[in-house]
């Protein structure tokens, strides 16, 4: 049974840095996918960044530049930092993971099997 529980959101002023977790160790650890991902009342859930057991990057255009993913295999557990923080990047974020590697589709939520809980990040 794979659970992920995001952690590492809270209230911060713009400009500042957070530094999103989610586990990974319940996911199939030869191949698998974990993008994150943002969602505000009203509107779509955004794909923000990916990254595969490949170490496949992907990013929006909105985050590029101030946003880092990463993987830590050793700590079985993926990251998302955000620097530079703005007040357009308050919203819940969800960590969403499937099998396999392949990032083309990774914006689509269908694309994912797995998906945590959500932290809220909220930029003032």
């Known amino acids: 049974h794979v659970q992920l529980v995001e952690s590492g959101g809270g209230s911060v002023q713009t400009g500042q840095s957070l530094t999103l977790s989610c586990p990974t160790s319940?996911?199939?650890?030869?191949?698998?996918?974990v993008a994150w991902f943002r969602q505000v009342p009203g509107k779509e859930r955004e794909g923000v960044a990916a990254i595969d057991t490949d170490d496949l990057i992907r990013y929006s255009d909105s985050v590029k530049g101030r946003f880092t993913v990463s993987l830590d295999k050793r700590k079985n557990a993926a990251y998302l930092q955000m620097t530079n923080l703005k007040s357009e990047d308050t919203a819940m974020y969800y960590c969403?993971?499937?099998?396999?590697?392949?990032?083309?589709?990774?914006?689509?939520?269908?694309?994912?099997?797995?998906w945590g809980q959500g932290t809220q990040v909220t930029v003032s």
């Open positions: 319940d996911l199939p650890q030869y191949a698998f996918c």
């Open positions: 969403a993971a499937r099998e396999g590697w392949n990032l083309v589709a990774w914006k689509n939520t269908d694309e994912y099997e797995w």
